[in-house]
């Protein structure tokens, strides 16, 4: 049998103090142990941890509180319960719980990223470095690759996903599983659209566009999204998503 795996200590690693970073949970018990470590290995750590569970049916808040009693995370963490936040509340869920997580974060800097994914060590540090260098940046983009553990799935990433260098920096929609903002720039479009369950981020990166929002493009800022599609999933992921770009307006060209 495994030995368990104790979580890495974090005491020491420098904290950037105008930073929170959030994210939303919902029957992530199979996935949350990789996340939290993976934030834990980060170069840098934010000063502020919000946590959303849209009221899980598995155990995913009790092993979050697990694995924070063994390390010094539990001192930046916030983790709230929202029920509402969940599909029987709301029809995007999703974008609630990012609302809800960033008015209840108290940084001016937003860095968000899914659970479900794995954090590179240094993207934390990439993806929030634009905001100190230029003042009048009010977004910015990282990308994600595919962390993959079958031959179809990296099948899949490879006509799925776009290579970082190949994005156009000018018009980028970021996805929401790397991307920071300024919390006075989520403020300005109104936060998240919850108005239906698919495409909230692209949304969500159009309304910051229209107003004038300021975008850098970072494409080193990674994170890695677990591609867990069989070819059923995949075709039906691909409506879902074609469903929310529809109903979102995403793919007219003169949308900025």
Same mark, same amino acid.
């Given at each position: 049998? $495994? ?9 020491g690693v420098? !904290?950037?103090?105008? &930073?929170? #970073? ?6 992530e018990?199979?996935t949350?142990?990789?996340?939290l470590e993976? @934030?834990?290995?980060? !170069? ?6 919000? *946590?959303?569970d849209?009221?899980?049916?598995? $155990? ?12 010094? #995370?539990e ?13 029987s509340s709301s ?8 609302n ?12 968000c990223? $899914?659970?479900?994914?794995i954090?590179? /060590?240094?993207w934390?540090e ?11 940046? $009010? ?6 690759? +595919?962390?993959?553990? !079958? ?6 990433? @490879?006509?799925y996903l776009?290579?970082?260098e ?5 018009r980028v ?6 991307i920071a903002?300024?919390?006075s720039?989520w403020?300005?479009?109104g936060?998240y659209?919850?108005r239906?369950?698919?495409g909230e981020?692209?949304a969500?990166? @159009?309304?910051l566009r229209r107003?004038?929002?300021?975008? &850098?493009?970072?494409?080193? +800022? *990674?994170?890695y999204?677990?591609?867990?599609f069989?070819?059923?999933?995949? @075709? /039906?992921s691909q409506?879902?998503y074609?469903?929310g ?12």
């Open positions: 049998m $495994d030995q368990p795996r104790e979580p890495y200590q974090t005491q420098r !904290t950037i103090s105008n &930073v929170s #970073l959030i994210c939303t949970v919902y029957n018990s199979k949350i142990r990789d996340f993976s @934030i834990t290995q980060l !170069t840098v750590l934010p000063s502020e941890i919000v *946590i959303v849209g009221g899980s049916k598995d $155990d995913t808040v009790n092993l979050i509180r697990e694995f924070l009693r063994k390390t010094t #995370l001192n930046i963490v916030k983790i709230i319960v929202d029920p509402s936040c969940n599909l029809p995007s869920p999703v974008a609630r719980g990012r809800v997580a960033i008015r209840n974060s108290t940084r001016e800097i937003i860095a990223t $899914d659970a479900g994914c954090i590179e /060590k240094n934390l990439k993806i929030v470095a634009p905001f100190s260098e230029s003042s009048s940046v $009010d977004v910015v983009s990282g990308w994600y690759l +595919a962390d993959v553990h !079958t031959f179809f799935q990296r099948c899949l990433s @490879i006509i776009i290579a970082p190949s994005v156009d920096s000018e929609l970021p996805s929401s599983r790397s903002f300024k919390k720039a403020a300005r479009v936060g659209p919850e239906g369950l698919w981020d692209s969500y990166g @159009i309304q107003a004038g929002c300021k975008f &850098v493009y970072v494409p080193d +800022a *990674i994170v999204w677990r591609i867990e069989t070819l059923f999933s995949f @075709i /039906k409506y879902q074609g469903f770009d529809g109903f979102h307006s995403i793919l007219v060209l003169n949308v900025f």
